[in-house]
Nanobody, 121 residues
Framework: QVQLVESGGGLVQAGGSLRLSCEASGSIFSINAMGWYRQAPGMQREFVAL???????NYADSVKGRFTISRDNAKNTVALQMSSLKPEDTGVYYCYANLLYSARSTYRVHWGQGTQVTVSS
């Protein structure tokens, strides 16, 4: 059983900052990529950022220069530092991890339950 638990969401004014954290736990052999997606009301879930075990990083164009993703491989955690937040950043933020249960398994993607981020104008 694998669990991803997010924390750090909340309400912030435009221009403010928030830090999201996510910890993966359970039967994990190794994790390749970890990252974040978000979903605004009435919209599809969209990619925000990812970081690989080798620290390769990719961001959505909409958050480049404002968000920073980081990872602690030893603790199976990933964080998203969000700055200069805008109302359009509002949504539920989901953590994900692409991981192996064992050396013989194939990679599977697991998702957290989501954490709400609301940016007021």
């Amino acid at each position: 059983q694998v669990q991803l638990v997010e924390s750090g969401g909340g309400l912030v004014q435009a221009g403010g900052s928030l830090r999201l954290s996510c910890e993966a736990s359970g039967s994990i052999f190794s994790i390749n990529a970890m990252g974040w997606y978000r979903q605004a009301p009435g919209m599809q879930r969209e990619f925000v950022a990812l970081i690989t075990s080798g620290n390769s990083i990719n961001y959505a164009d909409s958050v480049k220069g404002r968000f920073t993703i980081s990872r602690d491989n030893a603790k199976n955690t990933v964080a998203l530092q969000m700055s200069s937040l805008k109302p359009e950043d509002t949504g539920v933020y989901y953590c994900y991890a692409n991981l192996l249960y064992s050396a013989r398994s194939t990679y599977r993607v697991h998702w957290g339950q989501g954490t709400q981020v609301t940016v007021s104008s």
